[in-house]
């Protein structure tokens, strides 16, 4: 009996543990942390045997292949006996691809694709048709494919998730940008970096269809330098587009695929601010590809609500706005978040740097932000870069803490803006925790 070792005992983990025990493989899964209840409940129901807390070695290098978490990074020890063992290692995405006949629609790109994989989730399920959301979002995909019938797949795919796979191939595949993010995991090589998200172009057909922004520098810079059968579906907001694809052209965007068009007033959607333009014109040629009702798309783009921990609209409390933009954890993300600010912001910012280059922003901070409150534990870097542009920079070390500072620096006009640029592990357990806490912090000013 073939063995697989699952690393990491996580969401994608567990899930991928559940899958291989139904396909008979010989299943143990390994993390080097606590599982949450959850997971050990689940593996227990399903007969699993795990361990936590610690890798033991020989129970994993006897495998016939590993699938690795996203979150277990190559430079650790066990990952590094692994590759000298040369077991084949593979992503959560890669296996759960061999079992799952549904159509894929694959998001990637360094900013958006929570958001554009939400939109498109909810356009398909508005249409009618019997659709699963996975990835790097919601329930593990093998989980799902191992106990759901789904027809088609909404799959948000990491750097990490794409690095993993081989054979996996997308029927629709979205890549909305790419800038420097993870850098720390790639060598400090932005160009490792955008190997990885281009890989989710591999293995398509030429029925099978690509969406990209042409308006990308990074992505038309590399565009040239693979070799893609899929019908190539560009998205720009700069220039008229004469064949498949969406372009911008009096304040509307225009929708074709197959002399099919589908038109809309970009005030008419529901998500505000210039990259949302872009991610709702992905989610809109998907729905073209897809053949969904036109009206059924204008509804889905004008009727989403968006993604908690993304601009998230927290509340007001004496006039001064609450934003909880969390999911924004590099450089890039954050300056979206500031350049849709309106008025004064009071911005919180850090975490876990991740080789970050704040250049970008200065000119926005300068513009916008009237204080600076770091939520981290080394907060040097964003001292030394920001404390000649902002006049008042203070320090804390937890989401309360920053919050009450924040109210007690606000006037009334004034926007708290958590937008961090920086992973959250540093004082949180993810970014969705960090959001939560700030979210919580925020109550307790309503009540105090």
């Known amino acids: 009996m073939n063995r697989i070792v699952i690393l990491g005992g996580g969401e994608s983990g567990t899930g991928s543990a559940i899958l291989a025990r139904q396909k008979g493989f010989d299943v143990f899964l390994s993390d080097n942390g606590v599982l949450s209840p959850e997971h050990r409940f689940l593996l227990l129901k399903y007969n699993i045997p795990f361990e936590e807390r610690g890798h033991t070695h020989e129970l994993i290098l006897n495998a016939n292949e590993i699938i690795k978490s996203p979150g277990v990074p190559e430079v650790a020890p066990i990952m590094r006996e692994i590759r000298s063992e040369e077991i084949p290692v593979i992503s959560e995405i890669e296996f759960t691809g061999r079992y799952c006949n549904a159509k894929k629609i694959c998001i990637t790109g360094s900013n958006g694709k929570t958001t554009t994989t939400s939109l498109i989730y909810f356009l398909l399920k508005n249409a009618g048709l019997n659709v699963g959301l996975a990835g790097n979002i919601g329930k593990s995909y093998a989980y799902q494919v191992a106990t759901e019938k789904f027809d088609y797949y909404v799959l948000e795919l990491s750097s990490f998730q794409l690095d993993g796979m081989y054979d996996f191939k997308a029927d629709i595949a979205v890549l909305l940008n790419i800038t420097p993010d993870h850098l720390d995991r790639y060598n400090n090589s932005f160009q490792n970096y955008i190997n990885s998200k281009f890989r989710i172009t591999q293995n398509m057909h030429k029925e099978d269809c690509f969406i990209f922004c042409s308006d990308d520098e990074i992505t038309m810079g590399n565009l040239k330098k693979i070799i893609l059968k899929a019908k190539m579906l560009p998205i720009s907001q700069t220039e008229i587009l004469n064949n498949n694809g969406v372009y911008v052209i009096n304040n509307k965007f225009v929708a074709n695929y197959n002399n099919s068009e589908f038109e809309m007033l970009i005030n ?134 920053a919050v009450e500072k924040s109210f007690e620096m606000g006037e009334p006009g004034d926007t708290v803006l958590l937008s961090p640029a920086c992973a959250s592990f540093d004082l949180f357990e993810n970014y969705e925790d960090r959001g939560k806490q700030f979210k919580e912090a925020v109550k307790q000013l309503e009540v105090a």
């Open 268 to 401: 008419d959607l529901s998500l505000n601010g210039r990259h949302n333009v872009y991610n709702s014109m992905a989610a809109a040629i998907t729905g073209k590809i897809l053949d969904i009702h036109n009206s059924v798309i204008r509804n889905s783009l004008m009727g989403f609500k968006g993604v908690e921990h993304r601009l998230e609209k927290v509340t007001k409390i004496r006039d001064i706005e609450f934003i909880n933009d969390s999911k924004a954890t590099n450089v890039n993300s954050a300056w979206y978040a500031l350049e849709s600010m309106h008025g004064r912001t009071i911005w919180i910012v850090g975490g876990t740097d991740k080789g970050n280059d704040y250049s970008s922003l200065f000119d926005l901070v300068k513009k916008k932000v009237k204080a600076i409150v770091c939520l981290g534990i080394d907060n040097r870097k964003i001292i030394e870069n920001f404390r000649q542009l902002v006049p008042v920079i203070v320090e804390t070390r937890s989401a309360k803490d």
